[in-house]
Nanobody
Framework: VQFVESGGGLVQPGGSLRLSCEASGFTFSRYAMSWYRQAPGKERELVATIHSSSGSTNYADSVKGRFTISRDNAKNTVYLQMNSLKPEDTAVYYC???????WGQGTQVTVSS
């Protein structure tokens, strides 16, 4: 199993980023997919989940209305569109198949002026 996250970087407050995660090594379309994040000195937290069949989504309260998770099963890829970014969104962002212990290397997002 492999996840390759990309799209992170440095952005000013109020800006936007789109993260991508290309997955391999398992049947992507059968799994709900999630994005987590981990800020320095804090525990990893669940940011968003998109379910496999219905495509329904769930978000942490801290990102509702600002972040959008989506997926493309044909490309084995899950995305996280992040708008109106705040300094407290600074973290390493990871994707995973929900309920598993499979992790990629993550992508750093830094929100700072």
């Amino acid at each position: 199993v492999q996840f390759v996250e990309s799209g992170g970087g440095l952005v000013q407050p109020g800006g936007s980023l789109r993260l991508s995660c290309e997955a391999s090594g398992f049947t992507f379309s059968r799994y709900a997919m999630s994005w987590y994040r981990q800020a320095p000195g804090k525990e990893r937290e669940l940011v968003a989940t998109i379910h496999s069949s219905s495509g329904s989504t769930n978000y942490a309260d801290s990102v509702k209305g600002r972040f959008t998770i989506s997926r493309d099963n044909a490309k084995n890829t899950v995305y996280l569109q992040m708008n109106s970014l705040k300094p407290e969104d600074t973290a390493v962002y990871y994707c995973t198949a929900f309920g598993t212990n499979w992790w990629g290397q993550g992508t750093q997002v830094t929100v700072s002026s």
